[in-house]
């Protein structure tokens, strides 16, 4: 059974940081493109960075320069670090491996394209 569990989330001020993680179990996380998404309270769902299965990276141009994702293989876990956080990306954050394997069925893909998720975390940023 593959489960994805997120953790990391929690309430910050403005300009602070938070590390996420993406713990998977039931596949190896190596072998998937993963992505993290977030949603706010009232919006859609969008994809906010992405980590290919060979290391590329894809990010919003809206966290590009402040969010970094990465893998670690060996623990079968994806963080997403969150640096100078906006009050505007306060929402649930949530991984999900894309269903596809390449590029570009993936690194710009919708939600839809993605198939197991967790249950999210929250992250919230006060000004």
């Known amino acids: 059974q593959v489960q994805l569990v997120e953790s990391g989330g929690g309430s910050v001020q403005a300009g602070g940081s938070l590390r996420l993680s993406c713990a998977a179990s039931?596949?190896?996380?190596?072998?998937?493109?993963v992505g993290w998404f977030r949603q706010a309270s009232g919006a859609e769902r969008e994809r906010v960075a992405v980590i290919a299965t060979g290391g590329g990276t894809a990010y919003t141009d809206s966290v590009k320069g402040r969010f970094t994702i990465s893998r670690d293989n060996a623990k079968n876990t994806v963080y997403l670090q969150m640096n100078s956080l906006k009050p505007e990306d306060t929402a649930m954050y949530y991984c999900?491996?894309?269903?596809?394997?390449?590029?570009?069925?993936?690194?710009?893909?919708?939600?839809?394209?993605?198939?197991?998720w967790g249950q999210g975390t929250q992250v919230t940023v006060s000004s």
């Open positions: 999900a491996t894309c269903r596809y394997s390449s590029w570009g069925s993936c690194a710009v893909a919708p939600p839809s394209r993605y198939n197991y």
């Open positions: 039931g596949l190896a996380i190596s072998s998937k493109y």
